[in-house]
């Protein structure tokens, strides 16, 4: 036999909820069923009663409400010379309609598990406009179905009244008193005190509710704190990290981004022009608007050009402009990027794919900051800092002749090398979050954690599509997503199989010439490939010496 808490009889034995509520009748053992109206009485003791509610209510202790409120339902029934008392709850969007406490005279039947509020359209359409139900006898109740449910229960009189301070997004509260043994009258101040009385017991219902929610609160900050606690990856990326004050996208944890960030903020105040190496998707436009925010010309926004997605017909057009009837087609006049970057900065991405008669203009542009529009001899001035990418080695261009020497001069003259992400995986984490937020914010799908597995299943991928293929990754995980914590499945790489077993030697030579390859050939100095490997100059190049590495001739 089960008890259910907050339902107690004046002995203070327990209610089991197995009583029959239905059974209920006039006939009920040491009561006697008279159709008669008690008189209307103004009890001294119940003004006295609502007065004391106030007091036992105020600064109590969260957890001893529900027994106080059953208590002070025993008080009303008694001092009212009533049979029952309940509070009921009503869900939101439920039919049934549940108790929460109640006190009832022996050998009177308690409250039912639950009711269903179809069962009674006139009591709760009117407690959803916050107005009291109260009759002496149902007779009086012209709703045949309230009537009838009311018989069915076998009340004779009561009183129910909403609980104003306990309307909340999960449901209702309503104090109901009645009679089972007579019926009654109820007199204006007896509704008065009982309306008084229900918005004690709402307010303290609210105050029990709020604590609930707080210490709720309070045990999953906890539960969060002891999970981070255990986890050695528990700090969060986003505030761990150091951007350039520039870009929130560039995220510095590891020492390779941190020196190319001292360099973009040596650099940027002058008008120098910067050349930014680095393999495909690395970021190089970034750190480029990086420079430009940083710069004296950043109060006008930075143009950008791709020179590797302008056909090369009409490429010269694009950089320095056009006059009218220049070719057939150009029916107007169109200033150029150069003239639209007067005074700011013009990025020139995918430099090594300029034609070679365009590096010949560009080549006087940087010399002498005078463009000519095609079509025209008039020669235009312009004040433009350029800052250049590639992910070419340009100095196996300029020996193959496919990119002029004296152009590479006049652009390689603060070259900054952009790592690719595989060297600086402690800045994975912090890119991680950082398009997460984008992602969640675009699709408005709120994510709030990753498990520490994935992000380092991300740090051992190779990504060779670097910080742009790690943004798919993020992107895609997104859209698929469907709860608060984001799942990430990095790619399994592609592997070839070699035409025959490489051994370990081999694989240490492939691997140097690679890194030399990307420092272009580079040994000492910030960003050389002896840094890279994590050896000493001396080192790297006694293995070179012993493996007969050598750069290739063109």
């Known amino acids: 036999m089960s008890t259910r808490p907050g339902f107690t009889t004046p002995e203070g034995q327990p209610d089991d909820g197995n009583t029959d509520f239905a059974a209920a009748n006039p006939s009920i053992e040491g009561f006697e069923h008279e159709e008669r109206f008690a008189p209307a009485r103004e009890e001294p003791g119940f003004e006295h009663l609502v007065a004391e509610m106030a007091g036992r209510f105020a600064g109590i202790d969260p957890n001893r409400v529900d027994d106080t409120i059953v208590d002070i339902l025993r008080r009303i029934v008694e001092t009212l010379k009533l049979d029952r008392g309940i509070v009921w709850r009503r869900a939101r969007g439920e039919m049934n309609v549940l108790p929460t406490h109640c006190w009832v005279r022996l050998p009177l039947p308690a409250a ?295 152009l590479f001069y006049r652009l390689n003259v603060f070259p900054i090398v952009v790592p690719p992400l595989r060297e600086r995986a402690e800045d994975i984490p912090g890119l991680v979050w950082a398009f997460i937020d984008e992602f969640s914010k675009s699709f408005g799908k709120p994510i709030n954690s990753i498990s520490k597995e994935c992000l380092r299943d991300l740090q051992r991928y190779a990504c060779p599509g670097n910080v742009r293929e790690l943004r798919n990754i993020i992107e895609r995980a997104v859209i698929v997503a469907t709860g608060a914590q984001l799942d990430v499945a990095a790619p399994k790489p592609s592997v070839r199989a070699p035409q025959s077993a490489m051994t370990l030697v081999d694989l240490e030579v492939e691997h140097i010439r690679a890194v030399l390859e990307t420092t272009n050939w580079r040994v000492r100095g910030a960003g050389g490939a002896a840094e890279r490997l994590g050896l000493k100059p001396t080192t790297l190049e006694s293995r070179m010496a012993r493996f007969g590495i050598k750069r290739r001739p063109a």
């Open 112 to 406: 039912p598990d639950a009711l269903r509020a179809s069962d009674f359209p006139w009591v709760f359409s009117t407690l959803d406009e916050g107005a009291v139900v109260s009759f002496g006898n149902r007779d009086d109740i012209l709703s045949g179905p309230d009537r009838d449910s009311f018989e069915r229960c076998g009340l004779q009189a009561a009183a129910i009244l909403p609980l104003p301070s306990s309307h909340d997004s999960d449901g209702q509260y309503a104090l109901a008193v009645s009679s089972i043994t007579e019926l009654r009258e109820w007199s204006p101040g007896t509704l008065d005190r009982l309306r008084l009385a229900a918005a004690i017991i709402g307010q303290a219902i609210a105050h029990r509710d709020a604590h609930g929610a707080l210490r709720e609160a309070l045990d999953e900050v906890r539960r969060l704190r002891e999970r981070l606690a255990d986890d050695d990856d528990s700090k969060d990326p986003r505030r761990d990290s150091r951007g350039t004050r520039a870009s929130r996208l560039i995220v510095s944890q590891s020492p390779s981004i941190k020196r190319v960030l001292a360099e973009v903020e040596q650099v940027a105040p002058t008008p120098a022009t910067v050349l930014l190496l680095g393999e495909t998707g690395s970021g190089k436009e970034v750190f480029a608007q990086a420079i430009h925010d940083l710069s004296p010309r950043r109060q006008r926004a930075m143009v950008k050009v791709s020179c590797a997605a302008i056909p090369a017909a009409l490429i010269e057009s694009e950089l320095f402009g056009r006059e009218r009837g220049a070719y057939t087609g150009a029916l107007s006049r169109q200033i150029g990027r150069f003239e639209a970057a007067h005074q700011s900065t013009l990025f020139l991405d995918e430099i090594g794919d300029l034609p070679a008669d365009v590096q010949v203009k560009l080549l006087r542009v940087l010399q002498e900051r005078v463009i000519e529009r095609l079509g025209s001899t008039q020669p235009i001035k312009v004040d433009v800092r350029i800052i250049a990418a590639t992910n070419r080695n340009l100095e196996r261009a300029v020996e193959d002749k496919t990119f002029r020497e004296d």
